[in-house]
């Protein structure tokens, strides 16, 4: 019988949260809310509301224009951060979200979207061009039945690029469960 390789301890397997990217920036955006992808995420979603269709429904439901449904914010910079747009980067050749989660990710395991958090300021409606910034607001650990899970938790907040207000605060987060 060949003798069993032992197994590798938890600090050989996998490398202790560094606690220090918590306030790192994860990057500026700028997004531009437009009707058509609006109004397509409404069908998507299976919301028939005439206010995600009409700026008369909008205006008479006392919207300024056609809004955002609520969680569309998951998905808008997928449709109007225009390239051209974009402000420099502020955190140039860096990327601490992946410092974390892809770190984790060369060892093997899962990764998880875990729970995603909208805070409305006010309205997100179409004609809007939003500001957004990032960062990283927490990493920690938990033990979940023998296997180490990692979160990662970023927040975004963006402002109105006319009044500098906030108009939507995302936060996200990303699990890495251990091979």
Excluded: C
């Excluded at 958090?117 to 607001?137: M, N, S």
């Excluded at 109105?160 to 987060?173: H, I, K, S």
């Amino acid at each position: 019988m060949a003798p069993t390789k032992p197994q590798p301890s938890f600090e050989e397997r996998y490398m202790a949260v560094d606690k220090s990217l918590i306030g790192t920036p994860t990057g500026k955006s700028k997004i531009t809310i437009e009707r058509g992808p609006v109004s397509n995420f409404a069908r998507a979603v299976t919301d028939d509301n005439p206010i995600y269709q009409s700026p008369e429904a909008a205006k008479d439901a006392g919207f300024d224009n056609i809004p955002a449904p609520p969680t569309y914010s998951f998905a808008m910079a997928h449709w109007g951060a225009f390239k051209e747009q974009q402000p420099a980067d502020g955190n140039p050749g860096r990327n601490p979200v992946m410092e974390i989660i892809g770190t984790l990710m060369q060892k093997g395991g899962l990764v998880l979207h875990g729970e995603e958090e909208f805070e409305y300021h006010r309205p997100l409606v179409v004609g809007d061009v939003l500001e957004g910034e990032g960062k990283v607001t927490d990493v920690y650990e938990k033990d979940s039945k023998g296997k180490t899970m990692t979160f990662l938790v970023t927040e975004n907040v963006f402002k109105d690029a006319n009044t500098g207000e906030p108009v939507v605060t995302t936060r996200m987060n990303l699990i890495h469960r251990s091979g």
